[in-house]
């Protein structure tokens, strides 16, 4: 036998394990999660689990091996039940469909299977009294269906009993051999046979190399039947051995002898390296041959397919232009109405105005009504932050795509330069002086002297994204999950100066003001001595996650999660008022003072943009004109620059 086969002592090493019911898993209950924009604002755990494969093992026989009669059960191909690592998820309900009766009238084809032991009841159907074959669980949640004759539609496979059926020892069928007296399909030990036990989920592998397995002489099918261990003696003493030659004209057959005398004088021999040249360049002619058939049959399908697709986008275009011709004249219509829509609205802004000035809502200015002046386009991606150079006639816009562009507001309002560096999604963008911080979701911060546009320094920051960026007093303050790290500028370098703990979950949002960093996080804002860098107050919120922070000279604005967005006073740190209205998170918020009033902006997921007065705490403006969820605000010289989605960067003035 071959050297891979251990013989055993004893055939059954243990009992199988009882058969279990499985059933269909429960889905845990999952705690709630936050959505947040970008694949790098939540932290997404993933994990799989490594299939063991089976084992193979055989075992010889010995005298106590069983022989008991075993019915062999219905089989479609091998005799072999699907065992092994099962998908769980083919959990879906299979096309098959089970009936109690029909499906048992069928005749199936059937291989000798004797088991070593007698297999465990509970590993046996109770319908067919057999081993099961493709255990699953059913639609009343065990393994067969009697009582009530219903329909048996498989739910999922079960996993637990067909690795137990697997672990049984069987008998080799080239081991087995029909009962002389007994039903049909009943097979017994044969003691001439092969001599070993094997796994069921390893017979195939053994019966493919079994030495007891039946062949025939490769070159005479007229010899008997011969089994594997015999063959090669055959082939020394086999009379009907053909020369190599044959295919090509030679008529010799002998024995091994006579064999190796015939290719010395053979004619043919000498000529086999320039036959096999022949043969290979005609083999490679054939497969060119029906290459070239199949690129000539893709060609003709390919032709009729654009034939038809041709005929259909004449019909389209006669269509397309029939609509719009239609669409044309409806236009006219529409813009004539719309006319008159503005002068009514121009009528009813007057009459609103006269409204307000003598209520208690304070004046409202006609002329601070915020329009959209212009469109920034040239990002392949989400746009995520926004950042205004101190003079105001440079923008710089962080993006999906990795890159950062730098737009002209002032004169040819174009991009003047695109940076690249990042490897991931460009999250935040924060200037001091005359450099350019950016931090990605690719963990760093890379330095950028605004002056040449070019990379000066990259920083491995964080062991996650970095989600926000601010400066203040010579340091540089960045944000990811569950920390604040404090960085000491100098010249191009940061160095680490402190890292900011206690945070309970993502820093999405800092703010710096002359005496204070503002952070937030989950349902918290935490202000910091920005000398000290110890937490001084800790405010507590509501709605989930807090997205933005904007400071003004009298309150403290955040907007969070589920679309509120709170107002605390900055002196007492009292709540004082939260403000509704979107239907989406607060992404982003930004503040316009002027010795008369201040305005704060808000950027959401519902894709609008609101102006609130925080003088009465009111919307007075709703800014609808991105296609996408507005992610990012940027104030210069009275101008308002939005981010969103859409991969746009409007600009907005009054």
Same mark, same amino acid.
């Given at each position: 036998?071959?050297?891979?086969?251990?013989?055993?002592?004893?055939?059954?090493?243990?009992?199988?394990?009882?058969?279990?019911?499985?059933?269909?898993?429960?889905?845990?209950?999952?705690?709630?999660?936050?959505?947040?924009?970008?694949?790098?604002?939540?932290?997404?755990?993933?994990?799989?689990?490594?299939?063991?494969?089976?084992?193979?093992?055989?075992?010889?026989?010995?005298?106590?091996?069983?022989?008991?009669?075993?019915?062999?059960?219905?089989?479609?191909?091998?005799?072999?039940?699907?065992?092994?690592?099962?998908?769980?998820?083919?959990?879906?309900?299979?096309?098959?469909?089970?009936?109690?009766?029909?499906?048992?009238?069928?005749?199936?084809?059937?291989?000798?299977?004797? $088991?070593?032991?007698?297999?465990?009841?509970?590993?046996?159907?109770?319908?067919?009294?057999?081993?099961?074959?493709?255990?699953?669980?059913?639609? *009343?949640?065990?393994?067969?269906?009697?009582?009530?004759?219903?329909?048996?539609?498989?739910?999922?496979?079960?996993?637990?009993?067909?690795?137990?059926?697997?672990?049984? +020892?069987?008998?080799?069928?080239?081991?087995?051999?029909?009962?002389?007296?007994?039903?049909?399909?009943?097979?017994?030990?044969?003691?001439?046979?092969?001599?070993?036990?094997?796994?069921?989920?390893?017979?195939?592998?053994?019966?493919?190399?079994?030495?007891?397995?039946?062949?025939? *002489?490769?070159?005479?099918?007229?010899?008997?039947?011969?089994?594997?261990?015999?063959?090669?003696?055959?082939?020394?003493?086999?009379?009907?051995?053909?020369?190599?030659?044959?295919?090509?004209?030679?008529?010799?057959?002998?024995? %091994?002898?006579?064999?190796?005398?015939?290719?010395?004088?053979?004619?043919?021999?000498?000529?086999?390296?320039?036959?096999?040249?022949?043969?290979?360049?005609?083999?490679?002619?054939?497969?060119?041959?029906?290459?070239?058939?199949?690129?000539?049959? +893709?060609?003709?399908?390919?032709?009729?397919?654009?034939?038809?697709?041709?005929?259909?986008?004449?019909?389209?275009?006669?269509?397309?232009?029939?609509?719009?011709?239609?669409?044309?004249?409806?236009?006219?219509?529409?813009?004539?109405? $719309?006319?008159?829509?503005?002068?009514?609205?121009?009528?009813?802004?007057?009459?609103?105005?006269?409204?307000?000035?003598?209520?208690?809502?304070?004046?409202?200015?006609?002329?601070?009504?915020?329009?959209?002046?212009?469109?920034?386009?040239?990002?392949?991606?989400?746009?995520?932050?926004? *950042?205004?150079?101190?003079?105001?006639?440079?923008? +710089?816009?962080?993006?999906?795509?990795?890159?950062?562009?730098?737009?002209?507001?002032?004169?040819?309002?174009?991009?003047?330069?695109?940076?690249?560096?990042?490897?991931?999604?460009?999250?935040?963008?924060?200037?001091?002086?005359?450099?350019?911080?950016?931090?990605?979701?690719?963990?760093?911060?890379?330095?950028?002297?605004?002056?040449?546009?070019?990379?000066?320094?990259?920083?491995?920051?964080?062991?996650?994204?970095?989600?926000?960026?601010?400066?203040?007093?010579?340091?540089?303050?960045?944000?990811?999950?569950?920390?604040?790290?404090?960085?000491?500028?100098?010249?191009?370098?940061?160095?680490?100066?402190?890292?900011?703990?206690?945070?309970?979950?993502?820093?999405?949002?800092?703010?710096?003001?002359?005496?204070?960093?503002?952070?937030?996080?989950?349902?918290?804002?935490?202000?910091?001595?920005?000398?000290?860098?110890?937490?001084?107050?800790?405010? %507590?919120?509501?709605?989930?996650?807090?997205?933005?922070?904007?400071?003004?000279?009298?309150?403290?604005?955040?907007?969070?999660?589920?679309?509120?967005?709170?107002?605390?006073?900055?002196?007492?740190?009292?709540?004082?008022?939260?403000?509704?209205?979107?239907?989406?998170?607060?992404?982003?918020?930004?503040?316009?003072?002027?010795?008369?009033?201040?305005?704060? +902006?808000?950027?959401?997921?519902?894709?609008?943009?609101?102006?609130?007065?925080?003088?009465?705490?009111?919307?007075?403006?709703?800014?609808?004109?991105?296609?996408?969820?507005?992610?990012?605000?940027?104030?210069?010289?009275?101008?308002?620059?939005?981010?969103?989605?859409?991969?746009?960067?409007?600009?907005?003035?009054?």
């Amino acid at each position: 036998m071959s050297s891979g086969k251990t013989p055993r002592s004893n055939i059954y090493s243990g009992e199988a394990a009882p058969a279990t019911t499985a059933t269909t898993p429960s889905s845990p209950t999952t705690p709630p999660m936050e959505a947040s924009f970008g694949p790098t604002f939540s932290a997404v755990a993933a994990g799989t689990k490594a299939e063991a494969s089976s084992s193979y093992k055989q075992h010889r026989r010995t005298p106590s091996s069983s022989s008991t009669l075993t019915y062999s059960p219905r089989d479609d191909d091998d005799g072999m039940p699907p065992i092994g690592t099962p998908r769980r998820s083919d959990s879906a309900i299979s096309v098959r469909s089970l009936h109690s009766e029909s499906n048992m009238s069928l005749p199936q084809k059937s291989e000798p299977q004797v $088991f070593a032991e007698q297999p465990s009841v509970k590993l046996c159907c109770q319908l067919c009294c057999n081993v099961f074959k493709d255990p699953v669980i059913t639609t *009343c949640g065990v393994n067969k269906c009697p009582v009530d004759a219903a329909k048996l539609t498989v739910v999922v496979n079960n996993i637990a009993v067909a690795e137990q059926i697997g672990e049984l +020892f069987i008998h080799c069928k080239y081991g087995c051999r029909a009962t002389v007296a007994g039903k049909p399909g009943a097979y017994e030990v044969d003691p001439l046979g092969c001599p070993f036990t094997i796994k069921l989920s390893a017979r195939k592998e053994h019966e493919v190399s079994c030495d007891y397995r039946p062949v025939r *002489c490769p070159n005479n099918p007229s010899c008997p039947p011969l089994l594997t261990m015999n063959l090669e003696a055959h082939l020394k003493e086999c009379e009907h051995i053909k020369c190599p030659h044959s295919k090509y004209g030679c008529t010799f057959i002998g024995n %091994q002898d006579t064999y190796e005398t015939h290719l010395e004088v053979c004619k043919f021999e000498g000529l086999k390296e320039f036959l096999q040249q022949t043969d290979d360049r005609f083999h490679e002619m054939q497969l060119t041959l029906a290459q070239k058939d199949q690129d000539i049959a +893709f060609l003709r399908s390919m032709l009729g397919k654009l034939s038809e697709k041709l005929d259909q986008l004449e019909k389209n275009l006669e269509l397309k232009f029939d609509v719009l011709d239609e669409n044309q004249s409806k236009l006219s219509e529409d813009l004539m109405e $719309f006319r008159r829509d503005a002068s009514m609205l121009n009528d009813e802004l007057s009459h609103i105005n006269a409204r307000l000035n003598m209520g208690i809502l304070g004046s409202y200015d006609p002329q601070q009504i915020f329009k959209c002046k212009g469109t920034f386009v040239g990002h392949q991606g989400p746009v995520w932050c926004l *950042c205004v150079y101190s003079t105001g006639d440079l923008l +710089f816009s962080g993006s999906s795509d990795k890159t950062i562009k730098v737009w002209d507001t002032c004169t040819t309002y174009k991009c003047q330069k695109t940076l690249e560096g990042h490897d991931g999604i460009v999250l935040a963008l924060c200037i001091q002086g005359n450099k350019l911080y950016s931090g990605s979701a690719d963990c760093t911060i890379i330095v950028w002297d605004i002056q040449t546009l070019q990379k000066v320094n990259t920083i491995r920051a964080h062991d996650n994204p970095v989600c926000t960026l601010v400066s203040s007093h010579n340091m540089l303050f960045s944000g990811s999950l569950k920390a604040i790290k404090v960085w000491d500028i100098v010249g191009t370098e940061l160095k680490l100066k402190k890292e900011l703990t206690g945070l309970n979950h993502w820093v999405r949002a800092l703010v710096a003001s002359q005496n204070h960093l503002y952070s937030g996080s989950y349902q918290t804002i935490k202000i910091w001595d920005i000398r000290s860098l110890e937490c001084v107050h800790v405010l %507590q919120t509501s709605g989930g996650s807090v997205y933005s922070i904007a400071v003004t000279n009298h309150h403290i604005v955040c907007g969070t999660y589920e679309n509120l967005i709170h107002v605390w006073d900055i002196e007492s740190k009292e709540q004082v008022r939260t403000l509704t209205g979107h239907v989406g998170t607060v992404y982003a918020l930004a503040v316009i003072s002027t010795p008369d009033q201040t305005k704060v +902006f808000s950027a959401s997921y519902d894709r609008s943009l609101r102006v609130w007065s925080m003088d009465n705490m009111i919307c007075t403006q709703t800014l609808l004109r991105h296609q996408g969820s507005v992610t990012a605000l940027a104030v210069s010289r009275g101008r308002l620059f939005s981010g969103a989605v859409d991969s746009t960067v409007k600009v907005w003035t009054c």
